[in-house]
């Protein structure tokens, strides 16, 4: 084992940069480059400092030398996200009194943001996120499986293309899409007149429908490497033993995937949670949800000096966030066991 | 459960190909249907509307801006990660997975809170750097906050390029034949990071030129929000600019796909024949 691993190394190092910069940059440019700094080449080549010992202080010197690479990212993310964060968190515990301006530490927009209309939109959104994702989690499953058992091959590539693109469909597009489709004019509505059923695309049927459109294919997509993990074996091993289809479902399929599944879940949770132009443009503000809400207060539509209020209310939706992420740190390990 | 496959592949598929079809077949006969027929005119006349190229060249602009700011952040980062810092991967994965738990509306809504400390400010020389940020021609304010939101795309696509390459290798290759620590980044890494890249990449610029909570919340007027804009004078022409957007998309995942399929097979196949040379 020692030594058929042993020459691989420098044998795939040389050839990858051949193989797959099939223009030839990296050998062209590298050879002639040995030829005059050639000299100049060894004192500063050691990459690995075990490989050539030096002197302790350029060691360190060297090291110290690296972490200038990765300052950029972290002074970026301070500035760009931990600031604006950061403020949130502040804003969301401070009140700003109106006579002298003076900010003081208190729990008022917490509260306020968790009664009254805001407790509905919040507890909209978290419905809506729950239906939205248990449903896409199905039909997502059952599609893939679908494409996964089917015999043509082709099937597959036009399923994961079509659902890489409609994954991204959301927003403001989206939205038009339904509105096209079936709004108050739309297409479907006025041919099928909707109208008189009583159904309605700007109310949470609505919502759920167009939410479904990018997240299905999202699951899809999500799902489909879980499904091809289950091994044909397995499920020969289980009808062998007198297993039917459903059984075999029942104890071996849905028990090696559920960690897949509940991630995919969690997933489409929160896409659907943290999703706002879809909603605001279909439904605007009729149906609450945290999201519009929040975009109402930020400009000044409600009342004005509601920022700290909206700020408390984003707190809200980071805090579940969060939860709902929890839950699937523990299951990515168990589901590496079975489908790594 | 015999029933399994009657449903999963008779019934499921179909009924999918209807869900996902007839919207946007609804939506082009909406765009072209006119009293008196058929007609293209939101999609002839509509292109030379006011304000459809300006926001769409906006979006465009943003998503370039996006992006080049996003890949030079983390490549080096992560290259030098891998290389030198192990101990940093799990801290910066999770610092780029954070833009997921705090949500478009969130981040914008701390945001507009910093923006806001404008005129605290106005006396000292960051007063310039704020109205930098919020250049009403090209919003830099924007580029950072769509960069933040691309880190989850751009980290797993470069990661699980950094994975299929023995980076190692090629760099002590590379500085061992004399080429700099940038060449090497630049004509080594880079290159062999190909996939990953352009695979980031074209999933930043469709979030962008998708994205209408950040830039609405703002009030600037990318294609989205401009889209949303016309939606009441004008409502054929934004449901063609809606399909406008989808076909966009479609042919930059289209590029994406056609990339990195054409890699990853040829990936695949080395890795088997490495496999059975070990093996054997």
Known sequence: MADTTAPPPTGSGAATPADSAPAGSAPADSAPATGPDAPVAPPSRPVRDDVRPGPGARRRGARRHRWPVVVPFFAFLAVCFGLPAGTMVYGAFTVVDPASGTGRFSTENVSGSLSGAYATGLTGSVELSLMTALLATVIGTLIAQAVVSSPRPALRGIVVSAGGVLANFSGAPLAFAFIATLGTTGTVTQLFHLDRTGFSLYSFTGLVLAYLYFMVPLMVVTVLPALDGLRAQWQEAAASCGATRGQYWRHVGIPVLTPSLLGGAVLMFGTAFASHATAAVMVGSSQPLITIQIANALNGNVLVGQENLALAMSLNMVVIALLVMAVQIPLQRRSTRWLG | ?280
Not at chain 2, 24 to 35: L, Q, R
Not at chain 2, 67 to 73: A, K, N, T
């Open chain 2, 1 to 280: 459960m015999a029933r399994m496959k009657f449903t999963s592949r008779g019934v499921v598929l179909p009924l999918a190909a209807l869900y996902f079809l007839v919207p946007i077949g609804a939506s082009i006969w909406f765009s072209v249907n006119e009293v008196e027929g058929v007609s293209f005119d939101a999609y002839t006349k509509g292109l030379g509307a006011e304000g459809l190229t300006t926001s769409l060249m906006l979006s465009v602009r943003l998503g370039l801006a996006t992006i080049v700011c996003g890949l030079l952040l983390m490549v080096p980062t992560l290259v030098a990660v891998v290389l030198y810092l192990p101990r940093l991967r799990r801290i910066v994965e999770i610092l780029c997975m954070m833009p997921l738990v705090v949500p478009p509306i969130a981040l914008v809504a701390g945001v507009t809170t910093v923006l806001s400390w404008e005129q605290d400010l106005a006396d000292t020389p960051l007063y310039m750097t704020f109205q930098l940020l919020r250049d009403e021609d090209f919003p830099l304010v924007l580029v950072l906050v769509y960069t933040v939101m691309s880190l989850p795309f751009l980290y797993r696509s470069l990661d699980a390029g950094l994975r299929a390459v023995d980076l190692r290798t090629l760099v002590e290759a590379a500085r061992s034949l004399g080429a700099s620590r940038l060449q090497t980044l630049w004509q080594i890494v880079v290159p062999n990071l190909r996939t990953a890249v352009v695979g980031g990449a074209v999933l930043s610029l469709a979030m962008v030129l998708g994205e209408y909570t950040v830039a609405s919340v703002l009030s600037y007027r990318p294609f989205s929000v401009w889209m949303v804009e016309i939606k009441d004078s004008e409502a054929q022409l934004s449901v063609a600019a809606a399909m406008l957007s989808l076909l966009i998309t479609w042919g930059l995942l289209l590029l994406l796909t056609t990339l990195a399929g054409g890699r990853s097979r040829r990936r695949a196949n080395s890795v088997r024949e490495n496999r059975k040379k070990t093996v054997s």
